[in-house]
C-alpha cells in the first residue's frame, strides 16, 4: 500500500535500510525532512555524498579522514614510538577523548572471526608490520575490545609482533570505574584480582 | 575535538539534527554511510532531495503526496461524502492500513494547543470549511488523537461544523483489542463503560 506517494515511500525505504532504523523511525525521519526548509535537507544530503566520496583511509594509520595522512598522524607532537592498535575508529575516538594517550594509532578495521569469514588478510596488518619497520615503533598497545574476537586478534598480532623485538602490552582487564562489584561478571572479577597492583 | 576530520563530523553533525538521533547512532550511520559504496549514498542523498523538492500538500485534503491531488483523494471509488479528520498524514496511514474506512481524509497538521502557540489559524481548517461547502459532505468522522490537544480540537471542529447541518462524529474511546484489562488506565475503562454497546 502506497498512501504517500513514491516519493515519500523512497525516502523512508532509503531510511529503513540505514542500521537501528525501524519502519516507525524511517517514517518519522522522512515527514521531518518534508517539513524543513529546502535548504536543511541539501545540507543533509551534500554531506552525505561529500563524506562518501572524500572521506579515505589514512595511509599511516588506515583510520578514517579527509586529509591523508590523518590529523592525528600528521600531529608532530604526538610520540611516534607507542602505536595503540584499535578495531575501530570509534575505537581511536573514544581513546581521544581520554585526552591521555599521546601517542599514534592503528585501525584494524576489525577483528579476526573466522565464524563470520574474517581473517588475518582482511585487517589492516600488513600495514601495521610496514608501520613498525620504518616508523622504529617501541611499544605496540592492543585496544582490541575485550571479547573472544577482540582477545584472539590481540593474541594474534602479539604472537607476530613480538619476534620483532617490539614491546607488546595489553588494555588492562579490570571492574570499571563507577561500577558496582555485585554486578561485575566472575571473568572480570577474577581479571581485576589477577590484575592488582600495590598502592 | 574533531579526530575524524571535518567532513565525517559535518555528516555525523547532520544526522544528529535529526529527530530520535542521538550522538552514538549519529556516528554509526556516517560510518556506515562511509562503508557503504557510492551508489548507495547517493541514493539516499538522491531521496531526501527529491522528496523535499517534489512532496506538496494535496489541494483537497491537504495530506503530503507528490501528485495533486493525492491518490486517495483522485480515487473515484472512494465515498465522497464522508470525510475523516486526522492530525497527521501518519493517522492517514494508520487508518488506511486497516482498509476499514472507504471515505476521504481531511489532514489538520496538528491539533490545537494555546501552550505551544498553536491556534486554529495554524490548523488547516479554512480549507475544510471550503471541502464541506463544495463536496457536499455528509457526516464528518473526527479522528484527533485521544489526547488533551486532540479533544479539545476535536470539540473546537464539532462546534465550527455542526451548525452548517453535517452530522459530526467521533471515533469511540475504549480498551485496545488485544489489551488486558488490569493494565488500562481509570479514564479509558470508564469511557469504554460509557460507549459500551448491546451484544
Chains 1, 2 share one sequence.
Do not use: W
Not at 83 to 100: F, G, H, Q, S, W
Amino acid at each position: 500500500m502506497n498512501v504517500y506517494g513514491n516519493r515519500i515511500t523512497r525516502l523512508i525505504e532509503e531510511f529503513t535500510k540505514l542500521p537501528g532504523i525501524g519502519g516507525k523511525s524511517a517514517q518519522r525521519l522522512a515527514f521531518y525532512i518534508i517539513n524543513q526548509p529546502l535548504a536543511k535537507a541539501e545540507a543533509l544530503s551534500d554531506a552525505i555524498l561529500d563524506a562518501k566520496r572524500n572521506v579515505v583511509h589514512c595511509s599511516v594509520c588506515c583510520s578514517l579522514t579527509d586529509s591523508d595522512p590523518c590529523v592525528i598522524c600528521s600531529n608532530e607532537s604526538r610520540n611516534r614510538h607507542v602505536i595503540m592498535v584499535v578495531e575501530d575508529p570509534r575505537d581511536l575516538a573514544a581513546y581521544e577523548r581520554t585526552n591521555n594517550f599521546k601517542g599514534l594509532y592503528h585501525v584494524l578495521h576489525g577483528a579476526l572471526s573466522p565464524m563470520n569469514g574474517v581473517g588475518p588478510n582482511d585487517l589492516k596488518l600488513k600495514e601495521l608490520l610496514g608501520r613498525i619497520d620504518k616508523d622504529g615503533a617501541q611499544e605496540l598497545i592492543i585496544a582490541t575490545n575485550p571479547n573472544v574476537e577482540g582477545e584472539a586478534t590481540a593474541m594474534y598480532i602479539r604472537n607476530l609482533i613480538k619476534p620483532l623485538g617490539v614491546k607488546v602490552t595489553r588494555i588492562a582487564h579490570g571492574v570499571p570505574v563507577g561500577g558496582d562489584l555485585e554486578y561485575v561478571d566472575e571473568v572480570t572479577l577474577s581479571r581485576a584480582l589477577e590484575g592488582r597492583r600495590d598502592m
